[in-house]
C-alpha cells in the first residue's frame, strides 16, 4: 500500500509501524482532527476464520474502554474489502522491543510499569473485559515514560461464554506468560491477568520469564507446578518487599494473587520499597508503686494503708511503720509521714534494726522466762502447797 493512500478519505498511512499475522499497523495522519494516530488493517485474505470476529471484537472491547493507561481506539470501519481501526498513537517502543535492547531494568523502573500497567487492567476487570494476552509485546512505553495496554484482540467479556472466539479447550495466549488455572483449560479471569502481569515485571527485572522449556506444554506444566525462583537468588538487587509481593502475584491459585487495583495502588504508593512503618508513640511509663512488704501486711492497720502522695518534684511518698501508742491515739493521717529524696533508705533501715531488737528482747524474755520457771527453786517437787508459814522464814534454816 502506497504512502498517500487514504483510508475512509481522512487518515493518510506514511510508514509502518509493525505486523503480525492478522494484520499491520500504520503511522498515520488525521487530516479531519489534525493529529498523527495509528491504523491497524486487517489482511484482505487472513487465512484465520476468527480473524475477522476477533477484529471486530478488538475495535468493541477498547471502544469501552477510557483510561490513560489503555491505548484509545478513535474509529473503526472497513475500506474495500479491508477492516481497518484507528488508535492513538503511542510514541515509544512496546516493551519487548526495551527488553530486547536493555535485557533487565532496574526495580525503580519496573515499579513504575508495575502500576501503570496494573491501573490499565484494573480499568478493563472494571468494565467486565479480560485481556487474556498480557505480555511485554502488548505493553507500550512511550516517550514521556508512561505505560499503555494495547491488543485486545482475544479479550474477553466475563458476560459473554462465547466470547473467547475459540473452540472448546483450545487455549489462547502466549504460554510464557499464562496463567496456572487457563493452562488447565479453565476460563479466564482477572486473576489471570494478573499472573500474566507478574510474569512480565519477573521478565523486566531478571532479563528472563520465571519459566522456560524446549515446547509450550513443558512450559504449561512449570507454570501449574513449579514454583518461580526468587530474583535475588539470580543476582537481582531487589527489596525484599519487591520480591515478595512479586511472587504473590505468580501464586498458583487465583485467589491467592492480589486484584490489579491493589497491585496498582501498592506499586504507586511506594511499598515497594520497604520502608518500615513509623512506631507509635510510646505509652507513658507509669510511675512505681511501693512494694508490701510481710511486715506491712502483718503490722500495717487497714484502715491506714493509702500512702499520701506529695506533688512537689522529686519528692517520694514512704509508709512509716505505726506502733502501738500511734496505732490507738494518733489520727489516721499522722500515720504517713513525707520523706524527702535519699531518705527512704534511712527509715527502712531504721525500720529493720527496730525490728530486729525486737525479735531479739522477745527471745531473750522468753529465755529468762524458761530458766526461771524450771528451775529448782520453783520445782512442784520441793514445795509442799499444805504447810504452814515457818517463823523461819526470815531467812533461819530449819533445824
Known sequence: MKQQVLIAGRYRLNT????????????????????????KLLHSQNSEPTATARFRLEAQTAGRL??????????FGEQEGRLYLVMELVEGDSLSHVLAQAGSLPAEHVAHIAAQSAAGLSA??????????IKPGNLLLGSDGSVKIADFGIA????????????????????????PERALGQP???????????????????????????????????????PPVPPRELGVGLPPAFENYLLGLL?????????????????????????????????????????VTAWDAAVKPRTNTAPRSDSSPGSVTTYAFPTAATASTAPAHRNRRRQRPGGRGVAVRRSKTLVTVAAVAIFLGALLIGLAWFSPDHSSADTTP?????????GTAAP
Open 124 to 133: 478493563a476487570h472494571d468494565q467486565g473485559i479480560v485481556h487474556r494476552d
Open 156 to 179: 474477553h467479556f466475563m458476560n459473554d461464554p462465547n466470547g473467547a472466539l475459540t473452540a472448546t479447550g483450545q487455549i489462547v495466549g502466549t504460554s510464557l506468560y499464562i496463567a
Open 66 to 75: 477510557s483510561h490513560p493507561h489503555v491505548v484509545g481506539v478513535l474509529d
Open 251 to 291: 501464586a498458583k491459585r487465583p485467589e491467592d494473587r492480589p486484584t490489579a487495583r491493589q497491585v496498582a495502588e501498592w506499586f504507586a504508593s511506594g511499598a515497594w520499597r520497604g520502608r518500615p512503618e513509623p512506631l507509635p508513640a510510646a505509652a507513658p511509663r507509669p510511675e512505681p508503686t511501693p512494694s
Open 188 to 226: 479466564a479471569g482477572p486473576p489471570s491477568d494478573v499472573y500474566s502481569l507478574g510474569c512480565v515485571l519477573y521478565q523486566l527485572l531478571t532479563g528472563q520469564p520465571p519459566f522456560r522449556a524446549g515446547s509450550a506444554i513443558a512450559v504449561l506444566h512449570h507454570h501449574l507446578d513449579t
Open 16 to 39: 509502518t509501524i509493525g505486523r503480525g499475522a492478522m494484520g499491520e499497523v500504520w503511522q498515520a495522519y488525521d487530516e479531519t482532527n489534525g493529529r498523527p494516530v495509528a491504523v
Open 386 to 394: 499444805t504447810d504452814p508459814p515457818s517463823s523461819a522464814s526470815s
